[in-house]
Structure formats: C-alpha cells, structure tokens
C-alpha cells in the first residue's frame, strides 16, 4: 500500500503571496490532518478533515485554509505568506477517526522569503 | 498544552536497550498514549500505542505503569538509525494529539 504522499516536497515564495499544498492519504483513509512544523514551537496542529468536512482546527489565522475532495485527497493553502510561515507541513492520515493512528508524509517545506 | 513530560535528550550505545520514560499523570483512564519518532526532516512514523496493558510490537514494547501515570518506550537492540527525537503524546478532548519537545535520542557507536 502507498503511503501518505505530499505534493510539492519544497517551494519558495514570496513575502504576500499564496501557496497550496497538496496531501494523498493512505488508500482507504478518510481523516487527513494538517500539521506545521518550526524549530521554534514544534508540531502544531492546523486542521483536520473527514469526509470532505473541517472536522477540528487548531489556532491559525484565516490566512491557513483547507479542503477535502471526496476521494479524500486534502488541500490547504496559506494566503498573504508571512516570513513565520516558513515551516514544514505535514499530512497525516488516518483510517476513520483521528484517534486511530496517524500516518504521516514526508512534508513541504516551504520557504518564504 | 502537551499532556506529557520527556527528558529533553538521552544517548544510548549502540546494541543496548534503549528505554524512553515518559510523565502523562493527567491523561485520563480511556486516553491511549501513543509514540512515534521522527528522523531528521522526515514525517514522523508511528511506533506503538496502548492503553494499559503492556504492548510490543516489531519496532519497540511499550510498558504502562498500573496507575498509567508513566510509560516507557523500549527499543530492545538500539541501531545508529533509531537516532531521532521520539515523542509521546496522548490526545486532547477532541482527539487531537499534542505534541511535546520530545526526547532526542542519540545512539552512539
């Protein structure tokens, strides 16, 4: 079985504008959480989607946006990029609810200068 | 906030046992506690998880204090390639897991 795969692996951009990033969970899976990591403050959960619904959201600002598509494929896109949104993303999927364990991609890294 | 405390590093030579504590005195009696690990700028990959009784499976066992207020992580025969920040975590209210620093763990030759 594949496993989580994330679409780009790294991207730069600019100061204002957007990004899109993209996750394909695990055959099968329906949860996929979104997660950014810094050196600074670790794993922090954004949002998680289950079944095409924002199931849970963390403290981000309006800027961090995501979709579901109802072959559970996810999207989350930042808006007006900050440089403290240099961070890696990471997808993690899960079978059904989140509590199942979560199998993560490899990340983005994205750098925003 | 992260419902679990780790040491913030541990070395361990290569070959021995190497045991993980972890503090989750507030988790409650129907949270699991689960570990993953993460290698240098990899995603984090899952290792185990339980409840309350002790679990082992290929990569690691898990021990679970009675009171389930501590576990350890094993890794029975530690390889330079465990070398990575392991993490315990158990779930919030809405089934989200926070993440803490983690345990950096550095297996030495």
């Known amino acids: 079985k594949a496993g989580v795969t994330q679409t780009p692996r790294y991207l730069i951009k600019t100061r204002g504008q957007q990004v899109t990033l993209s996750c394909s969970p695990i055959?099968?899976?329906?949860?996929v959480s979104w997660y950014q990591q810094t050196p600074g403050q670790g794993l922090q959960f954004l949002f998680e989607?289950?079944?095409?619904?924002?199931?849970n959201k963390g403290n981000f600002p309006g800027r961090f946006s995501g979709r579901q598509f109802s072959n559970s494929r996810s999207e989350m896109n930042v808006s007006t990029l900050e440089l403290g949104d240099s961070a890696l993303y990471l997808c993690?999927?899960?079978?059904?609810?989140?509590?199942?364990?979560?199998?993560f991609g490899p990340g983005t890294r994205l750098l925003v200068l | 906030d992260a419902k679990t405390t780790q040491p913030t590093s541990m070395d361990c030579a290569e070959g021995r046992a190497a045991n993980l504590p972890c503090n989750h005195s507030?988790?409650?009696?129907?949270?699991?506690v689960y570990w993953y690990r993460q290698i240098h700028s990899q995603g984090p990959q899952y290792i185990i998880h339980g409840l309350k009784n002790n679990e082992t499976n290929e990569m690691a066992s898990l021990i679970i204090t009675e009171d389930r207020k501590s576990s350890t992580l094993i890794l029975p025969h530690a390889t330079l390639r465990d070398t990575a920040v392991y993490y315990c975590?158990?779930?919030?209210?809405?089934?989200?897991?926070?993440w803490g620093a983690g345990t950096k763990l550095i297996i030495k030759p």
């Open positions: 993690a999927s899960s079978l059904d609810r989140v509590r199942e364990t979560q199998y």
């Open positions: 055959s099968g899976h329906r949860s």
């Open positions: 975590i158990a779930p919030d209210s809405n089934y989200q897991l926070i």
């Open positions: 989607y289950f079944s095409e619904t924002q199931r």
């Open positions: 507030t988790i409650s009696g129907n949270e699991y």
